[in-house]
Nanobody
Framework: QVQPVESGGGLVQPGGSLSLSCVAP??????VGWFRQAPGKEREVVSC????????HYADSVKGRFTISRDNSKDTVYLHMQALTSEETTVYSC???????????????????WGQGTQVTVSS
């Protein structure tokens, strides 16, 4: 496996949108999760998606606002984020895994390779 590379972060105003990308050769063969860890908070899996885009999950805090998708022809997984708040300012990273479950994202220790992350700053 190759370390994923995230991109798409930046500065956005509260209520704004951003789309993140996660790219790695061979990523099409793995499920992928997007993570974030805000200062003073626990690491959180924001969303995850299986290899075939058949099953995906979201954290309660982002349901209805974030959308995960993938394009296996490009070995890329996307995270489209809407209605962002200042509390969501942090580094977002993607991680690949060979595990996936119908009812939940894989456990934290089941992810194999993670990227350096991309900074998302929500501020006016």
């Amino acid at each position: 496996q190759v370390q994923p590379v995230e991109s798409g972060g930046g500065l956005v105003q509260p209520g704004g949108s951003l789309s993140l990308s996660c790219v790695a050769p061979g990523l099409r063969d793995y499920a992928v999760g997007w993570f974030r860890q805000a200062p003073g908070k626990e690491r959180e899996v924001v969303s995850c998606i299986d290899m075939n885009s058949a099953v995906w999950h979201y954290a309660d805090s982002v349901k209805g606002r974030f959308t995960i998708s993938r394009d296996n022809s490009k070995d890329t997984v996307y995270l489209h984020m809407q209605a962002l708040t200042s509390e969501e300012t942090t580094v977002y990273s993607c991680e690949s895994t060979s595990y996936f479950y119908t009812n939940s994202c894989p456990y934290d220790n089941e992810y194999d390779i993670w990227g350096q992350g991309t900074q998302v700053t929500v501020s006016s």
